[in-house]
């Protein structure tokens, strides 16, 4: 009955364009964000980095009106990255992550630093191994008189209701994120931010209330690693309020439930100077999608070293056990996140603060706090100035390091160590 409606809706649309072509009215509209900085950090280099509070971009956007209440409409948005001009960012630091190397005593140290090397070469692009053209987002739809009708690669709707609760908006050394990318660091993502292969149904009504439904097949996902992925949200943005509830589910290719997050809080307009912050983020992962990757990165880079050596066979299937039962492990997910923090406008500019806390249910119990503060000064409507100052606290195994909005901060030097930064930067939007 859904697809039939879905036709229907779509003969209609394309009916009205046949038989009135002279009063449909088309646009499209070039845009983009230039952003980029300077970031100071503990045990990382200086760097020039692209994407602070805003991942740089240019996209193309546009709508055809027609009629009897139809929209077509499209959006294309392709990643830049201001300091090389490519599209893969890398990590903000090359420091190794130790956690998904733990628990392989058994494995001789030459191999464990030929696997750490795979996992993690330097430099590596962090975003975008996809080398994706149109990487952010990639799609075309219809919105009809009872809602909007999107395929492509998109947003999620997990993910958009924690972009409404972060206080830096996704972006700075201060972004909620920074503490939730996997257990103990940047080793997995902490939520699936856009999928491919997806088709979405969205809503908003008049009286402020709103909702998103999307599902994606093989091949859906932020990596394309997933069978199947659903995702459902729930929003409020009327009278102050900018508030939600998003859930996204994906299973491996095995059909076996993988991450899955769920995301609620939003933000609340007091008056023209405060807007307060609040979200709870949980997420959980049993079956990481990207075991496969990891385990080909074991026959591509591992076994033909051990065979060149002479390992005998047996030594062989014995050490590739070894590192996938560990792997397997240090790939689940299980924690619960929570943020506050406000905004202050005060003259051309506005104070932005925050506190959050990554409370890790794994054994190794790797929590981390996030203490940020920043200032945004509004040169224009378009252009502004910012600096943001960060520190995390990390717990046991945990390395998580403040980074941007482009570039994944990566790790600190050592398991528990602190991550700090500041940063100073420029956006720019057209």
Same mark, same amino acid.
């Given at each position: 009955m859904k697809n039939s409606l879905l036709a229907a809706l779509l003969g209609a649309a394309f009916g009205a364009t046949l038989a009135a072509p002279v009063l449909a009215q088309s646009s499209v509209q070039i845009y983009g964000i230039a952003d980029a900085g300077v970031m100071w950090q503990k045990g990382g280099p200086t760097k020039i980095y692209s994407g602070g509070a805003d991942g740089s971009r240019i996209g193309l956007r546009g709508n055809e009106e027609l009629g009897n209440g139809y929209k077509a409409i499209f959006n294309l948005e392709a990643r830049v990255e201001l300091d090389t001009g490519g599209q893969q960012p890398a990590l903000m630091n090359d420091n190794p992550g130790r956690y998904l190397l733990r628990g392989m005593q058994g494995i001789p140290q030459p191999i464990l630093d030929r696997l750490q090397a795979t996992i993690q070469p330097p430099g590596a692009p962090a975003v975008n191994q996809e080398k994706a053209l149109f990487d952010r987002t990639a799609m075309v739809g219809l919105v009809t008189p009872i809602g909007a009708f999107l395929l492509g690669r998109m947003y999620t709707p997990g993910y958009e209701v924690f972009n409404m609760a972060d206080v830096f908006e996704s972006g700075t050394g201060g972004t909620w994120g920074?503490?939730?990318? &996997?257990?103990? $660091?940047?080793?997995? +993502? @902490?939520?699936?931010?856009?999928?491919?292969?997806?088709?979405?149904?969205?809503? *908003?009504?008049?009286?402020?209330?709103?909702?998103?439904?999307?599902? &994606?097949?093989? $091949?859906?996902?932020? +990596? @394309?690693?997933?069978?199947?992925?659903?995702?459902?949200?729930?929003?409020?943005? *009327?009278?102050?309020?900018?508030?939600?509830?998003?859930?996204?589910? &994906?299973?491996?290719?095995?059909?076996?439930?993988?991450?899955?997050?769920?995301?609620?809080?939003?933000?609340?307009t007091v008056n023209d100077r405060w807007k307060l912050f609040a979200g709870y983020h949980s997420q959980r992962n049993d079956n990481?999608?990207?075991?496969?990757?990891?385990?080909?990165?074991?026959?591509?880079?591992?076994?033909?070293?051990?065979?060149?050596?002479?390992?005998?066979?047996?030594?062989?299937?014995?050490?590739?056990?070894?590192?996938?039962?560990?792997?397997t492990e240090n790939t689940k997910q299980d924690a619960k996140s929570y943020q506050l923090g406000f905004h202050y406008r005060i003259g051309a500019g506005r104070i932005m603060a925050s506190v959050a806390h990554q409370n890790d249910r794994t054994p190794s119990n790797s929590d981390a706090d996030l203490y940020a503060i920043g200032y945004d000064y509004f040169l224009s409507k378009r252009t502004d100035l910012y600096t943001v100052a960060a520190f995390i606290r990390n717990d046991n195994e945990a390395q998580y390091t403040p980074g941007t909005s482009g570039n994944p901060g990566g790790f600190t030097e050592a398991p528990g160590a602190d991550g700090r930064a500041l940063q100073i930067g420029i956006r720019h939007r057209f």
């Amino acid at each position: 009955m859904k697809n039939s409606l879905l036709a229907a809706l779509l003969g209609a649309a394309f009916g009205a364009t046949l038989a009135a072509p002279v009063l449909a009215q088309s646009s499209v509209q070039i845009y983009g964000i230039a952003d980029a900085g300077v970031m100071w950090q503990k045990g990382g280099p200086t760097k020039i980095y692209s994407g602070g509070a805003d991942g740089s971009r240019i996209g193309l956007r546009g709508n055809e009106e027609l009629g009897n209440g139809y929209k077509a409409i499209f959006n294309l948005e392709a990643r830049v990255e201001l300091d090389t001009g490519g599209q893969q960012p890398a990590l903000m630091n090359d420091n190794p992550g130790r956690y998904l190397l733990r628990g392989m005593q058994g494995i001789p140290q030459p191999i464990l630093d030929r696997l750490q090397a795979t996992i993690q070469p330097p430099g590596a692009p962090a975003v975008n191994q996809e080398k994706a053209l149109f990487d952010r987002t990639a799609m075309v739809g219809l919105v009809t008189p009872i809602g909007a009708f999107l395929l492509g690669r998109m947003y999620t709707p997990g993910y958009e209701v924690f972009n409404m609760a972060d206080v830096f908006e996704s972006g700075t050394g201060g972004t909620w994120g920074h503490i939730t990318g &996997g257990t103990a $660091g940047f080793t997995a +993502l @902490g939520a699936d931010i856009r999928s491919q292969e997806a088709i979405q149904y969205r809503i *908003a009504h008049p009286s402020g209330f709103g909702g998103s439904v999307m599902y &994606g097949p093989e $091949g859906s996902g932020y +990596l @394309g690693r997933y069978k199947k992925f659903r995702a459902v949200a729930a929003t409020y943005k *009327a009278n102050g309020f900018d508030v939600g509830i998003g859930y996204n589910h &994906g299973y491996d290719r095995q059909n076996r439930p993988s991450l899955r997050t769920t995301t609620v809080g939003g933000s609340y307009t007091v008056n023209d100077r405060w807007k307060l912050f609040a979200g709870y983020h949980s997420q959980r992962n049993d079956n990481s999608a990207l075991l496969p990757d990891y385990l080909a990165g074991w026959d591509g880079a591992v076994a033909p070293a051990l065979a060149a050596q002479g390992i005998p066979t047996g030594t062989q299937q014995a050490l590739r056990g070894i590192f996938q039962r560990a792997i397997t492990e240090n790939t689940k997910q299980d924690a619960k996140s929570y943020q506050l923090g406000f905004h202050y406008r005060i003259g051309a500019g506005r104070i932005m603060a925050s506190v959050a806390h990554q409370n890790d249910r794994t054994p190794s119990n790797s929590d981390a706090d996030l203490y940020a503060i920043g200032y945004d000064y509004f040169l224009s409507k378009r252009t502004d100035l910012y600096t943001v100052a960060a520190f995390i606290r990390n717990d046991n195994e945990a390395q998580y390091t403040p980074g941007t909005s482009g570039n994944p901060g990566g790790f600190t030097e050592a398991p528990g160590a602190d991550g700090r930064a500041l940063q100073i930067g420029i956006r720019h939007r057209f």
